[in-house]
């Protein structure tokens, strides 16, 4: 019997111990997640399943193709039922087929760089490891003007900052668009250390912009991007002179506790992830060379609360971001902004995370024009 008892306990913490690993690895795993659903061109229009993602306001991307290599731009719904929508298509690289096939629902509302400049350059930002990162450069009016560095989230490619770089563009500066460690096409990482060690990625990418005759940088960052340019001003406080964060994660424990929740999982399973990431061992398990600082990756604690690891943010920061992100909470923002006197929130019409841009396109160019060409504002207020 106690033998029976013993080998049902093993059991469990064996099978407690691997659901722990995996929803870590969820947090900081690097491969792209891309969902595929079910589509079949209508006439001139599409048909897809309904859903929260489907049905929202503004333009989208649908990948299709073999190697989901075509891309069409879907423009607003014009019928919907219990089941399905059917939205117009805009624009498309290769013919959209009435039979049924396998598509990538996306938020990005371009192909490739070249849409916004034909004369767009691949270079290579050296990094202090030795290593070389891949980026975009779309060059401004000025060489010697302010430049724009535009930082991907976790899990994604650089296709998602064309949104910013197109407003950029549109101010006369120059962009440039890089990846760094464990993104989505940059170098290979076996697992995201959420900004702690990528920040210098950053730094580097700022070297070379300055190294070409930037006379400002102004860092745009995406979800989890907003992680290398917060680590990065608490390195070097006036590494850059001026933030603009979109859809920022800001604040881990609380993405996590508020991920679970959302998954219909108890709160104690949140508590065993956050102390596997953090773990020396655990987090080795999971693929992390060192284990994470939780703490640390809450940058909106400097003036809640008195910790070495607080952060005071000296630039211009403007943060777009909308209350109907259900997977970065929009209250860590609201904390975020609230603890740093230098940042402006502007919140845009309710959107999926990462999507303030689709859906309300307005809000979002008009608040980071400003952002960009004013004197020494953050930007506009909500």
Known sequence: MIATVAAVAAALVAATATVLRL???????????????????????????????????????LWFGERFEHHALIGPVVASDEHRVIRRVLKTTAPISTEPFEA???????????????????VAVPLRDGTLAPAWLFRGESPDAPWVIHVQGIRTSRLVTLRSVEVAQS???????????GSGDGPTASASTLGQREWSDLADAIAYARSRGAAAV?????????????????????AFDRLALIAPATNWRGIIRHGVAQAGLPGFVATGVLWALGS???????????????????????????????????????????SGDEEVPFQPTEDFVAAHPKATLVETAAAPHGWE????????????MSWL???GAAGVLR
């Open 373 to 375: 060409v004013s004197p």
């Open 171 to 181: 101010a006369g500066l120059t962009s440039l668009v890089i990846t760094y460690r």
């Open 23 to 61: 929803l870590a690895r969820r947090v900081v795993g690097t491969r792209p997640r891309r969902r595929t659903l079910t589509v079949r061109g209508v006439g001139d229009e599409i048909e897809l399943p309904k859903s929260a993602l489907t049905v929202a306001d503004g333009s989208y991307g």
């Open 280 to 322: 020396p061992i655990a987090s080795q398990m999971v693929g992390l060379v060192a284990p994470l600082d939780v703490d640390r990756l809450d940058w909106g604690r400097s003036l809640t609360i008195r910790v070495p690891t607080g952060l005071t943010i000296r630039v211009p920061t403007l943060v777009i971001h909308s």
């Open 218 to 238: 102004y860092v745009v960052a995406w979800s989890m991007g907003a992680g290398l340019a917060l680590e990065l001003l608490r390195h070097e406080p006036d």
């Open 104 to 122: 990538q629902w996306t938020g990005h509302v371009m192909s490739g760089p070249s849409e916004i400049d034909p004369e767009w350059a691949d």
């Open 357 to 368: 841009a689709n859906v309300d396109p307005e809000v979002f160019r008009s608040a980071l």
